[in-house]
Structures are given as structure tokens and as C-alpha cells.
Antibody, heavy 121, light 107 residues
């Protein structure tokens, strides 16, 4: 069974750093891209970026380039999303999802349960 | 960058009614790269439709997708109580944009 399990909720202060994780199981982790999606309070879904754990090829949405870092450790089937200096506006739910290419289509077929990040002084 | 605009923002319907949700792209996109997701509070989003019209595994046949070019539609033929949620379209492209979402609420 394919699963993406994310790390637990975080409460941080502005200026602090943070790294959240997404561990995949039940499939060949290095063969599928993993994407990150943000949902700010009462807002819609926003695409942040994606990584291919096989070779760590990473693509960022222009809105998030330079704001976050996406990485992966294929030895433990885990993708990461990290911030070097959090802002209050980073308060959101963050989801990871597996991106699939099948039948000439791209889509996100499995999602993590989400990690709530709260940034407040 | 392609922008996806969903309408209406909110759809107020009763169980058993038909729901028609629209997703318009700012420029023509490949149908292969258009997907729909359902999102309920406290849950992860769920893939419903990929390639504009293919149902994902386990998705009931009351859900259907159609469209091409710039205009795409998600139809729920008869709303069940569990279908009240927010629905997003997404395009795989440079930015893999999501639409703003349509909330289907109980009338």
C-alpha cells in the first residue's frame, strides 16, 4: 500500500528555521516525483515545487523560489521542505503528494496527511 | 504562466442534485495535464479525475470530467452527502497551477 507519512505539527517563532518531512512507503520512492502544496488558513491549494528523489532534480514554483528548500534523502525514502527563517505568513498546512505520469497524464495520486506549521511570536 | 479560474466560487445544492463545476484556463492547455481533486476539512486532498476525463481508482461513476482547450468541467451527477467539499482543478505545466476552488455546500 502506497503511503506518504508527514512529520507532526510545528509551532515556531518568526526567524526560526524548520524542516518538515514526508516519508514514502509501498512503492519505489526514487521513481516518482514528490511535490509540496501549501494551504494557508481559509485559502486554496498552492503548488510550491517538486523533487525527483532519484537524482534530487528540483523544480520550484516562481512564487516559492528562494523562500523554501526542497530536498530528499533516498536512503530513507524521505522528502523534506525547509525554511531558514520563518515568517508569520508561512503559517499554513503543508501537504506532500506523489506525482505520477500515466496514460499521457500527470497527476497527484497519493497525498500525505499534512503538516500544520504555525509561526507566531 | 497559466492561470486557472474556477466558477462558481460556491455552489449551494441539495443531496440528489446535479453539480456542474467549471475550470477555465487563461490559455489553451493539454487535456492530458488537467486534473480535479476533492478536499474536505481535516483531510488530504483526493484525486478524482486525471487527463480531464479519466476517473481515478475507486472514484464513483457519478463523478465525470470533460472539456478541452481552455474550458473544463467536473460534473457530479447526483450529490451524495459525502460529496460536499471543495473541488480544485490543477494543470501540470511550468507552475502546476491550482484553480481557486469551488465549494459545494448544502443548500
Amino acid at each position: 500500500e502506497v503511503q506518504l507519512v508527514q512529520s507532526g505539527a510545528e509551532m515556531k517563532k518568526p526567524g526560526e528555521s524548520l524542516k518538515i518531512s514526508c516519508q514514502g512507503s509501498g512503492y519505489i520512492f526514487t521513481s516518482y516525483w514528490i511535490g509540496w502544496v501549501r494551504q494557508m488558513p481559509e485559502k486554496g491549494l498552492e503548488w510550491m515545487g517538486v523533487i525527483y528523489p532519484g537524482d534530487s532534480d528540483t523544480r520550484y514554483s516562481p512564487s516559492f523560489q528562494g523562500q523554501v528548500t526542497i530536498s530528499a534523502d533516498k536512503s530513507i525514502s524521505t522528502a523534506y521542505l525547509q525554511w531558514s527563517s520563518l515568517k508569520a505568513s508561512d503559517t499554513a498546512m503543508y501537504y506532500c503528494a506523489r506525482r505520477v505520469y500515466d496514460s499521457s497524464a500527470y497527476f497527484l495520486d497519493y497525498w500525505g496527511q499534512g503538516t500544520l506549521v504555525t509561526v507566531s511570536s | 504562466e497559466i492561470v486557472l479560474t474556477q466558477s462558481p466560487g460556491t455552489l449551494s445544492l441539495s443531496p440528489g442534485e446535479r453539480a456542474t463545476l467549471a475550470c477555465r484556463a487563461s490559455q489553451s492547455v493539454s487535456s492530458s495535464y488537467l486534473a480535479w481533486y476533492q478536499h474536505k476539512p481535516g483531510q488530504a486532498p483526493r484525486l478524482l479525475i486525471y487527463g480531464a476525463s479519466s476517473r481515478a481508482t475507486g472514484i464513483p461513476d457519478r463523478f465525470s470530467g470533460s472539456g478541452s482547450g481552455t474550458d473544463f468541467t467536473l460534473t457530479i451527477s447526483r450529490l451524495e452527502p459525502e460529496d460536499f467539499a471543495v473541488y480544485y482543478c490543477q494543470h501540470y505545466g511550468g507552475s502546476q497551477t491550482f484553480g481557486g476552488g469551488t465549494k459545494v455546500e448544502t443548500k
